[in-house]
């Protein structure tokens, strides 16, 4: 426990966990927030095609480990492509993204792994004051919030383990 609190001290020092600015709470809701912020033009595409939208606009609590465009720019134009004609497929690494509940970065910086809404855990770590998922995806930015959870914006797609793509 006292290695933990001292990584999410180091954390905190490098300003990779910075507190947002004290205000209201958010109105948007994830998916609002996401297309607002201008870096997730891929993400909010995808999660509409997927037909997910609804479910992380709704009232339910989630966070979403949420890659950038420039993410989904370094993923093989095969991979999307095959995404693209597999609905069900596209559903599972979209909701391989998503947590439930409302899970800060005080909170991430605690965990070894997450359950994702996909089924499967995203393992955490926490090296030189970053977070990282699944030992290389990066966390760079922390608690974008949201009326219906939180946002922590990743450089990587995550692919679960076993899809065929």
Do not use: C, W
């Not at 919030?145 to 899809?163: C, D, E, F």
């Amino acid at each position: 426990m006292k290695r933990l609190s001292i990584a999410f001290l180091a954390v905190l020092a490098t300003g990779a966990l910075a507190a947002p600015a004290a205000s209201a709470a958010p109105s948007k809701d994830i998916v609002q927030t996401a297309k607002a912020a201008g870096d997730f033009k891929t993400l909010v595409e995808l999660v509409t095609a997927a037909g997910l939208a609804k479910t992380l606009s709704g009232s339910t609590k989630y966070t979403v480990f949420a890659p950038t465009d420039a993410a989904f720019a370094k993923v093989p134009k095969k991979t999307l492509k095959a995404l693209g004609k597999n609905k069900a497929a596209l559903k599972q690494v979209l909701l391989y993204h998503v947590v439930k509940g409302s899970v800060g970065a005080k909170k991430v910086v605690k965990l070894k792994s997450a359950k994702t809404v996909e089924g499967s855990k995203v393992r955490i770590k926490v090296r030189k004051g970053n977070v990282y998922l699944n030992g290389s995806t990066k966390v760079t930015k922390t608690n974008v919030r949201a009326s219906n959870g939180i946002i922590h914006v990743i450089n990587k797609v995550l692919i679960p383990k076993g899809l065929d793509l």
